[in-house]
């Protein structure tokens, strides 16, 4: 293959995993205007808060050893059998850290139901909630296993299934069955227990029942020191919506949700590109010229286009806040009018 040839489908690649990768974003956009109606204000406030609480958790599985993944399995150093251990120690090191999380939940459900709500019947959502993110961590290392393995076609059909079912579960949990803030984990558990078995099905060649300590113990110098920063990351989102429910209520938590979903434009574009350009960039790391070319130019398309969406962003939703408060206005007039003539 011509060096031509490969610069074609590395941009080819990275425009399917950027869909990919915004797939999920946009099925969450889609279903908002369902969870709105059906679901009272204070249980969207709550789903919310109990997100933002059990993702710090969320970060605890596999403790960010996907980073390390990425980094080995591109050295020039790692044969094709060397590959298969590293990929699997990953896999079992995810499942037995997720299985850690999904027990220690039994013991921090009460207590996080207590303190959050000051209501103990939210102890079962809490643990549903912590139960979700066992296949939503599986789901993700096995999208990144095919993304390591340049599986741009079977990335996005498994991502386009994954949205469907999980707004499919949506409607039949929370606007048909009514069931509440547990139909949103329902969705979540049974979208991606799929969307995990399919990945992990074309990335079979890969797995094995075997744990190397020798591959563990380099996954962990790589990626434990991570940890920190990635937790920080999480922290700037996630602290707002705890301190607001500790101060307030959920029902604020849920109009700040609802506002924060705009930022989902720039969500989108910003995600889509960090998916498609991450497994890119550990394929170059040998090559040292060419990384020294193409990261510059990632790095300034990246920045200024994050930059411009922000602007545009920040330019429309002074608008849109103008026409939300002219349609409160007139609805507020038209209830008015109603009135009058209900009393004439």
Not at 43 to 63: D, P
Not at 71 to 78: A, S
Not at 121 to 135: D, K
Not at 319 to 343: P, V
């Amino acid at each position: 293959m011509s060096e031509e040839q490969k610069e074609n489908t590395v941009f080819k690649n990275m425009f399917l995993y950027g869909i990919g990768g915004a797939l999920s974003q946009a099925a969450g956009l889609i279903t908002l205007p369902i969870m709105t109606r059906v679901l009272s204000s204070q249980e969207y406030g709550s789903i919310e808060v109990i997100t933002a609480t059990t993702g710090y958790f969320s970060l605890l599985i596999g403790l960010n050893t996907m980073s390390g993944l990425y980094r080995f399995f591109y050295d020039g150093n790692t044969t094709e059998q060397d590959r298969k251990g590293l990929v699997s120690t990953t896999m079992i090191f995810v499942l037995l850290t997720g299985l850690a999380v999904a027990l220690l939940s039994i013991f921090l459900s009460p207590l996080f139901a207590q303190n959050l709500f000051a209501d103990s019947s939210y102890t079962g959502v809490i643990r549903l909630a912590f139960g979700a993110l066992v296949p939503v961590a599986v789901y993700t290392y096995a999208l990144g296993l095919l993304r390591i393995q340049n599986k741009a076609l079977p990335y996005i059909i498994i991502a386009l299934i994954v949205s469907a079912l999980y707004m499919g579960c949506v409607i039949l949990f929370i606007a048909g069955f009514r069931v509440g803030i547990p139909g949103y984990y329902y969705a979540q558990i049974i979208s991606n227990t799929v969307g995990a078995a399919l990945a992990l099905f074309f990335s079979r060649r890969y797995l094995a029942f075997q744990f190397s300590l020798v591959w563990f113990k380099k996954l962990a110098r790589y990626s434990f020191p991570l940890i920190p920063g990635t937790l920080f990351g999480w922290s700037l989102s996630a602290n707002n919506r705890i301190f607001l429910n500790a101060s307030t209520n959920e029902i604020e938590v849920a109009y700040y949700g609802l506002a924060n979903k705009a930022t989902i434009v720039i969500t989108l574009a910003t995600q889509a590109f960090c998916n498609a350009w991450e497994p890119t960039m550990y394929s170059l790391l040998q090559r040292t010229e060419k990384i020294r070319r193409v990261l510059p130019a990632m790095l300034s398309l990246y920045t200024f286009g994050a930059l411009g969406i922000c602007t545009l962003m920040m330019t429309v939703a002074r608008e849109c806040h103008r026409s939300g408060n002219r349609k409160e206005r007139q609805n507020l007039l038209g209830i008015g009018h109603a009135g009058d003539c209900g009393r004439g």
